[in-house]
């Protein structure tokens, strides 16, 4: 019995030495930069670590807020003010903090995200992902968490969202102050002021 405790923790103990001797290799053949894609091995154990890191009883709640057109919209204009300067509008990642992200900004609209409980979904909003870019928005006020809740329905609509949706988007995004003032300018123009 010991003999057998001894073998296996002997086992566990090589394979972790292996495990962190090939992570070392990897650093030090790529090292540290966010600009290449991560290998299909990180980006497997990336999600199975995220998978067991949210409590079971998490993945498994059902998104408790109905799934209205008015729910979906006020998610929609969420995302656009907090979550699209690195998801796009659209979901898709593609902009220039998403793209700088080691791993990148996911594809919403991808079965991978897609594919995700409700409960997983709204985890990952809540608390963030560690090694990511992904930061933790929630709070422990019962606001926050309606708002996170609506967010996910407008993810499960992303696959689906409209044309006319994403230019209502546009006007929501953040403006810096010089988009503010071109803005501004180009509409006194218009107006004749």
């Known amino acids: 019995m010991i003999g057998t405790v001894m073998r296996l923790a002997l086992a566990v103990l090589v394979t972790v030495g292996a ?27 990336a999600r199975r670590l995220r998978h067991w890191a949210i409590q079971r009883d998490m993945r498994e709640r059902l998104n408790p807020v109905p ?5 979906v919209a006020e998610g929609r204009a969420h995302f656009a003010d907090h979550c699209a300067l690195c998801h796009a509008n659209d979901g898709g990642g593609d902009t220039e903090i998403g793209r700088g992200l080691y791993p990148r900004a996911p594809d919403m609209r991808r079965p991978e995200t897609q594919a995700l409980s409700d409960g997983e979904l709204f985890a990952i909003i809540k608390n963030g992902v560690r090694l990511t870019g992904m930061p933790a928005w929630g709070s422990d006020d019962p606001a926050s968490d309606e708002a996170t809740w609506k967010l996910v329905h407008f993810i499960r609509h992303l696959p689906a969202i409209t044309a006319a949706e994403l230019r209502e988007m546009q006007e929501l995004n953040p403006k810096s102050p010089n988009e503010a003032a071109e803005e501004r300018e180009e509409r006194e123009f218009l107006e004749g002021h």
């Open 19 to 45: 495990a962190a001797l090939l992570l070392v290799g990897l650093l030090l053949r790529g090292g540290v930069s966010a600009r290449p894609q991560p290998t299909a091995a990180e980006a497997f154990l």
């Open 67 to 71: 799934a209205t057109p008015e729910i």
